[in-house]
């Protein structure tokens, strides 16, 4: 067995060795292959990031940008990149429904020709979402690398930083945050922020030029912090605002006079409206569902005021403009004005309302309100006044809360209540909840910055 037990030894070892040899020889063989191709999908990947940071620096500086990009060559790869841009200058523009990544709600984009193909590759279709309705400003830069036959695709979406999203923004500040006012959500001042006594913030407080604390004791609460040195100067754009409203308040006489609205909400859904011209006798109500007065949600009323109160049934936003009208773009609150459904108790509420006012917002001072705790659902907008009640409700001989849920954009602030020291005394405190919903979601055509931010990056 000697000698016949030792050959097969070694026609077994050989085998064996064999079996290992062919085994390493494939497993380098698949590990070359691995870093081949992760080579090849990671430059692929690189190239398509990229490209999508030329586009999205193009629309950086050009809000207009829509151009895109044909077979540009880079890094031994080829660059394309499609992009929508519904304020862009490209004509022949074509209708979708753009589908975010993840499934998300489709919202409706007009196009250039040349990107449709891209869009309907990765889920969208032709035509509006839903039967259209107001179509918000966005670019959505979808850039594709191509390496070595592999293609990676990065798709961008930017948009204009919309105002309603701060609990409150203010250019200045005149009457300064004080002992027994609340405030929630982001607040920013593009200035100084001096605060009196002990207000409590409870979201992030940013400003561009510090902090001076005032009152005794000088104490006011950040519970979400304070950064300074943030500028976010209030420059606007109301594009879409009067060029999207349905319905659109104006003297039709020819003789420029002023127009007065009332705009009274209604549980049920509906909005009674009624119009004076050159402070003249109101015309007779009529009531009206709001999405048939107002289907893309915008009421405009053009060098007139507008008188409101009620409770919302649906999504709106309301603007008063002056255009130069001496005693015009003012806004006014005759009673309180809430949601049907508080989205604080109901987080599904669908109830929105934005209201814009060239000139001042303002609590009315009547027997609806004085004497009386105030509320006040909806974002704010004062483009060169401010935000607040009438004098009388100041000065008035009571201490009540002015409860506001959304937000505070304008020019200044203005006093709420009548202090003793750093104590209120009269008036009303300012007791604010910031409404959630506006960090995603906003009122139809709501203002907003008139530059582009990313607001999503998929890869």
């Not at 979708?96 to 919202?107: A, E, F, L, M, R």
């Not at 409700?393 to 209540?417: H, P, Y």
């Amino acid at each position: 067995m000697g000698g016949k037990g030792i050959i097969l030894i070694v026609l077994g070892f050989s085998i064996i060795f064999l079996v290992i040899g062919h085994n390493f020889g494939n497993l380098s063989g698949r590990a070359v292959d691995n870093e081949t191709k992760y080579y090849v999908e990671t430059t692929a990947h690189n190239i398509a990031v990229t490209g999508a940071n030329m586009a999205a620096n193009e629309i950086f500086m050009d809000k207009l940008w829509d151009d895109g990009y044909s077979n540009v060559s880079f890094s031994g790869g080829i660059i394309n990149v499609y992009v929508s841009n519904t304020t862009g200058g490209s004509t022949g523009k074509v209708k979708i429904c753009h589908i975010p990544p993840g499934g998300s709600d489709g919202y409706t984009l007009e196009i250039a020709s040349s990107a449709v193909p891209a869009h309907l590759a990765h889920g969208d279709y032709l035509g509006e979402c839903g039967g259209g309705g107001y179509i918000p400003q966005i670019a959505t830069i979808i850039s594709e690398g191509t390496y070595n036959g592999v293609t990676k695709t990065v798709v961008v979406e930017l948009r204009p930083s919309n105002f309603a999203k701060f609990g409150n923004f203010y250019s200045s500040i005149s009457a300064y945050p004080a002992t027994g006012d609340t405030f929630n959500g982001p607040f920013h001042v593009n200035a100084r922020l001096t605060t009196y006594g002990t207000p409590v913030f409870w979201g992030k407080v940013t400003s561009k030029n510090g902090l001076t604390k005032l009152g005794s004791p000088k104490d006011p609460k950040f519970y979400g912090g304070f950064e300074d040195g943030v500028d976010i100067p209030l420059e606007f754009d109301t594009a879409g605002l009067r060029s999207n409203a349905d319905i659109i308040f104006k003297d039709t006489t020819g003789n420029g006079y002023k127009i007065d609205v009332q705009l009274y909400f209604n549980a049920d859904g509906t909005i009674t409206h009624s119009q004076s011209i050159n402070s003249g006798s109101w015309s007779a109500p009529q009531t009206e569902n709001i999405s048939t007065l107002a289907p893309n949600g915008i009421i405009y009323v053009e060098k007139g005021n507008v008188y409101t109160k009620g409770t919302v049934n649906g999504s709106l936003t309301i603007v008063a403009t002056k255009l130069g009208k001496n005693g015009c773009g003012n806004v006014y609150f005759e009673d309180n004005i809430t949601y049907k459904d508080n989205p604080v108790t109901t987080p599904s509420s669908d109830d929105m309302l934005g209201i814009v006012a060239e000139e001042n917002i303002r609590i009315k001072d009547n027997a609806t309100t004085r004497g009386k705790n105030i509320y006040t659902q909806a974002s704010m907008f004062s483009q060169n006044g401010n935000i607040g009640p009438e004098d009388g409700l100041v000065s008035q001989d009571f201490l009540g809360n002015w409860n506001i849920l959304g937000g505070l954009i304008a020019k200044t602030t203005r006093v709420t209540a009548t202090y003793s020291g750093s104590t209120p005394v009269k008036g009303l405190r300012f007791v604010h909840t910031y409404d959630e919903r506006f960090l995603i979601k906003v009122p139809p055509a709501f203002p907003h910055t008139k530059n582009f931010e990313v607001v999503s990056w998929y890869e």
